[in-house]
């Protein structure tokens, strides 16, 4: 066959299958005009290389899975050769992966303190710990009602505190763990149409009328306060430092709980997936009472405060 059969028959550029060939991967036989012919050898080779490109494996890697399909074997990578090219690939992505993680922790870091300059010299900026009037009030669509009498599942979670949190062990008593989608950031805007969404505003809220309310939930019954939401725990980190909250945020960035326990969850723009609000009353490993849906959030402590004093352990 000629280059351009190749071409369209293995989805390879005429290009790329030239490279190939320049190369030392592939060696077509010449007719005497001069011309390039392929056999089903390179049609098999040129298969090999695209689809180790796929994984990460350059073409200058590839020579050896070559080798091994023209020694005879069925697949490419059942000679010890080639396993020594996963190795050294899978090496090279994961120091790639380490780069990028570190270059995205640094952004991360330059945002939040940029932000915070920013916040420092706006004369006009929205303030999160205060509700806009207006907003939507959540409707109860059912979507807790399966909870109450649950157990708890056995999941660890980090927390805003360093520390891991075992679900399945929170001790006697009663713990108060109160889920929200997201806490905004001074200088950092709120996804967009976020006051639209019923429920969704008043994280910082919720979370200051917690910490003002701490010691009465405290003296009513509730030996332990969560806060919770989908966010990494160096950002649940730096909302407690500066709402100054007496208790620590559990961290589920992969809605661990949400899947254990068939949580509501919603969507919002450039958020997949964001905790709906609710409250879960934890009691000796079984969930006692829910609060759902939620409003306004800035005097749900109050409500959980009120329901502890009528319902004593």
Known sequence: MRIGELAKRTG??????????????IEPARL??????????H???VAEI???AGLGVSPQRAA????????GHEHGDDCVSSLAVYRDTIADLTRMIDALAARRAALRHRLEAGAGRTFTKEQTMTDYTILPEGLPRPEDDGAADHLPGMSVPRLELPTSDGRTLRFADLGRGRTVVYLYPLTGRPGVDLPEGWDAIPGARGCSTEACDFRDHFGDLRAAGAERVYGMSSQDPAYQAE????????FAMISDEGFALADALRLPTFAAAGHDRLYSRLTLIVRDGLIEHVFYPIFPPDAHARQVLDWLERTPA
């Open 43 to 45: 049609a098999r080779a």
């Open 239 to 246: 909302v407690v430092d500066r709402l100054r909250l007496p």
């Open 50 to 52: 695209r689809e180790l």
């Open 64 to 71: 050896p899975f070559l080798e091994c399909l023209g020694l």
């Open 32 to 41: 005497d005009n001069g011309y390039r012919v392929f056999d089903e050898h």
């Open 12 to 25: 390879a550029s005429v290009k790329a299958i030239r490279y190939y060939e320049s190369i030392g991967l």
